[in-house]
């Protein structure tokens, strides 16, 4: 069974601070995606990534897959409010047509 | 398009009564997914398609069932239901292809009494 963990669970932090956002797994993914989820909505796609060791930005934050495409990581800098909600990754497997979601971090932002 | 649309939003049911959540989607994608989301966690996979005819099971099947008659619509049944069946379900759709985006409806949050 594919897992993916993710750390920290819980993060509160003041605006303008930095985070990162950690993704584990000890299986090999073709891809992986970060969504992020708001309260009474569905989760959203912020960035997919293919390619061990891509590093892919958008804006303040950055995600890079780990060369071996086992792990990744999200990295917020400056925080804002707005960033508030729950990051969720999800990894592709090989020949599935099915996304594995991580644990979730929820993140709070304090003005 | 209106993407993903699901109905009921909310719902209390009974331990023991029957429900299905509907969900459609207007994007002509082929995949489509029915998840599961317990407070403050993932999503775990309910059933998934990959087309019109063609269902299969993912992590946590187990008292639900789903049918795929058109390529717009996918409901999920609930025949028995139980408190252990609490949580928000969410449908998404896809189209095929590595690294593909799922696109999520609103989520329909069941409570079971």
């Known amino acids: 069974t594919q897992l993916l963990e993710q750390s920290p669970q819980f993060l509160s932090i003041q605006e303008g601070e930095n985070l990162t956002v950690y993704c584990n797994s000890s299986?090999?993914?073709?891809?992986l995606q970060w969504y992020r989820q708001e309260p009474g909505e569905g989760p959203v796609l912020l960035v997919t990534?293919?390619?061990?060791?891509e590093v892919k930005k958008l804006k303040r934050l950055t995600f890079q897959f780990g060369d071996a495409r086992k792990d990744s990581s999200l990295h917020i800098t400056a925080a804002q409010p707005g960033d508030t909600g729950l990051y969720l990754c999800?990894?592709?497997?090989?020949?599935?047509?099915?996304?594995?979601f991580g644990t979730g971090t929820r993140l709070q932002v304090f003005p | 398009n209106a993407g993903v649309t699901q109905t009921p939003k909310f719902r209390i049911l009974k331990i023991g009564q029957s429900m299905t959540l509907q969900c459609t989607q207007d994007?002509?994608?082929?995949?489509m997914y029915w998840y599961r989301q317990d407070p403050g966690m993932g999503l775990k996979l309910i059933y998934y398609?990959?087309?019109?005819?063609?269902?299969d099971k993912g992590e946590v099947p187990n008292g639900y069932n789903v049918s795929r008659s058109t390529t717009e619509d996918f409901p999920l049944r609930l025949e028995l239901a139980a408190p252990s069946q609490t949580s928000v379900y969410f449908c998404?759709?896809?189209?095929?292809?590595?690294?593909?985006?799922?696109?999520f409806g609103p989520g329909t949050r069941l409570t079971v009494t």
């Open positions: 998404a759709s896809s189209f095929p292809g590595q690294g593909r985006e799922q696109y």
């Open positions: 299986s090999v993914f073709s891809s």
């Open positions: 990534v293919v390619t061990g060791g």
């Open positions: 999800a990894g592709e497997g090989g020949n599935t047509d099915k996304l594995i």
């Open positions: 994007m002509n994608h082929n995949y």
């Open positions: 398609s990959v087309g019109a005819g063609i269902t």
